[in-house]
């Protein structure tokens, strides 16, 4: 766990000062600080939560722009499998399940999902996309080249390769870390994560929009019609918000550009408007009410401008992260 300096760079600073792997310069932000406590992830008192997204730094680990801490004693597996913290890497799609107060979130547990394991059936390098186990997996600029493979052109068909990455819409596999994996077994990952009880912060592209809910990487979510009409299919988002028995609820979304980019373009929450007989105004929608909409119509279709807070969420200052693969 002593090879993470050489490969984040400016986004990890000394263990021995405050830890910047989320942060921009200027302060706090990427899932929003609120009213006194996380905000964006509502860790307000001791709660759950669940984050499923692309790690994008370390120091602890930051992935949706959270950043969580971890140790050596920290399960970790790889798609359920028992494996090492030395194995998390930049651009690989993890599951954490953590628990919050105040300012700090530890990872209880930490899933690698790879989205397919296998041989390539099929190359074409041109345009950067591979079929392996009979998905489509589509290779961005962007996408992390990791353990043995140098570059695509170097990919060959028949060689087994690990990919990491978020479901497009159309199902095929948008990668954001490509590692060659001789020794694996081939796997493809169809089933929709768990995220557990209580808070969740979540990435991945939209597959499908209604007028009240949204479904995000094979999971159905509740979205209030102010943030489910500004979403459209295969739009990259982040959301977070809460689960309530089996529903998840959806709070905030953020349209981000990249999966490695956790600053988002723009976020969306629920307006506040004024309530019929309630002159004191001030009511939100969203939170799992359902708000008359008529006080609209003169408004047209208005979406929140991206506010300050835009940068990500610092958690734990506390312990120390010395490895990565």
Same mark, same amino acid.
């Given at each position: ?32 600080? =609120? ?280 958690? =734990? ?9």
């Amino acid at each position: 766990m002593k090879r993470i300096a050489a490969l984040i760079l400016g986004c990890l600073a000394g263990l021995a000062g405050p830890a910047r792997a989320c942060v921009d310069p200027g302060g706090i932000g990427g899932t929003g600080v =609120d009213g006194g406590g996380i905000g964006g992830t509502g860790l307000r008192v001791e709660t759950d939560v669940g984050i499923l997204g692309v790690v994008s730094a370390f120091a602890s680990i930051c992935v949706n722009g959270v950043e969580v801490h971890y140790d050596a004693a920290t399960p970790v597996s790889l798609n359920g499998e028992p494996a090492s913290p030395a194995q998390l890497a930049l651009g690989q799609v993890v599951l954490v399940r953590a628990t919050g107060s105040g300012m700090q979130a530890r990872a209880r547990s930490i899933d690698i999902v790879a989205s397919a394991v296998g041989p390539v059936a099929a190359l074409d390098a041109g345009r950067g996309v591979l079929e392996i186990q009979g998905r489509a997996v589509r290779v961005q600029p962007a996408t992390v080249l990791g353990e043995g493979v140098a570059s695509m052109a170097a990919v060959r068909p028949g060689q087994t390769l690990r990919v990491s990455g978020l479901a497009a819409a159309d199902g095929s596999i948008v990668a954001t870390r490509i590692d060659a994996a001789p020794d694996a077994k081939p796997i493809v990952v169809a089933r929709a994560p768990d995220l557990g009880p209580g808070r969740f912060v979540v990435q991945g592209y939209v597959s499908d929009v209604q007028p009240e809910s949204v479904r995000v990487g094979g999971m159905a979510f509740q979205a209030s019609p102010d943030i489910s009409r500004e979403l459209q299919r295969d739009r990259l988002v982040r959301m977070v918000g809460r689960t309530e028995g089996e529903r998840r609820i959806v709070e905030r979304a953020d349209l981000l550009a990249r999966p490695l980019d956790i600053r988002p373009e723009r976020r969306v929450q629920p307006e506040r408007r004024m309530r019929d007989g309630d002159d004191r105004g001030g009511g939100r929608s969203g939170r799992g009410d359902r708000t008359d909409r008529s006080d609209r119509s003169d408004r047209g279709d208005r979406t929140e401008r991206p506010q300050r807070d835009d940068r990500p969420e610092r958690i =734990d200052r506390s312990g120390s992260n010395s490895g990565r693969r």
